[in-house]
């Protein structure tokens, strides 16, 4: 489709043709090592100020398109994932309490691209992200020892925040707690349906993929430019 093509060509080809390209950008996002799979197989895609290196200029990209255009095109990533910027913070009801926690939506292959583990319950999945899903969130270990004294019991709970309710699924690693702040994280196409937002197909994200074995970083920037030509 020529119109998504041009947007593949603008926001991806920007990054990868700039001194710092947008498959280097691992160091400025990871700024500390995580509890996760093999993290210098993890790369960002997008474009950012290279000048400054903030992350939080990453920018969101069509999120279903570019990741088929990016896994059926070649055989670069093993698989891609996204979330929707930083987190926002909420004053969520847990039954007659408050508390206060770091939400940020990503995508149902979140957790399974980064190879994070859970410590109680399980993560969200593909098929938490799907249209007409049931609303639920992870929990990062701070918060679940913060707010819930690390009680196992905590799965099952029902969170409200942001006018939507959360049912508790699981908590993840702990020292994991990305994008920024997060120490939450929920499914980002029900919440979009749930607040009367885009539709599925016009969801976006700031990607982030897991290179195949044997690829290199060099190797996937010049695979990249080659398929956006």
Avoid: C
């Avoid at 980064?114 to 609303?135: A, C, M, T, W, Y």
């Avoid at 020292?175 to 980002?188: C, G, L």
């Avoid at 016009?202 to 990249?224: C, D, H, Q």
């Amino acid at each position: 489709r020529p119109v998504f093509a041009a947007s593949v060509v603008l926001t991806l080809a920007v990054g990868i043709g700039a001194t710092t390209a947008a498959f280097a950008l691992v160091d400025a996002v990871f700024l500390t090592r995580l509890p996760v799979k093999d993290q210098d197989r993890l790369v960002v895609l997008g474009t950012n100020d290279h000048a400054q290196g903030y992350v939080g200029d990453l920018e969101t990209v069509p999120w279903l398109d570019t990741r088929r255009f990016l896994l059926e095109r070649h055989a670069t990533f093993a698989d891609v994932a996204g979330y929707q910027g930083g987190a926002d913070p909420y004053a969520a009801r847990d039954g007659d309490r408050t508390l206060h926690l770091t939400s940020a939506p990503v995508t149902g292959g979140f957790f399974i691209v980064l190879g994070v583990k859970p410590i109680v319950g399980r993560l969200l999945g593909p098929d938490d992200d799907l249209p007409g899903s049931s609303g639920v969130v992870v929990l990062s270990d701070r918060l679940w020892h913060r707010e819930f004294g690390a009680d196992q019991s905590v799965v099952g709970h029902t969170l409200l925040f942001g006018g939507l309710t959360y049912r508790v699924v699981g908590v993840a690693a702990p020292q994991f707690s990305f994008p920024a702040t997060a120490e939450a994280w929920v499914p980002m196409a029900p919440e979009a349906a749930q607040q009367g937002g885009q539709p599925l197909d016009k969801l976006t994200a700031v990607l982030i993929a897991r290179l195949n074995p044997n690829v290199t970083i060099g190797g996937a920037r010049a695979e990249l430019q080659y398929a956006l030509r």
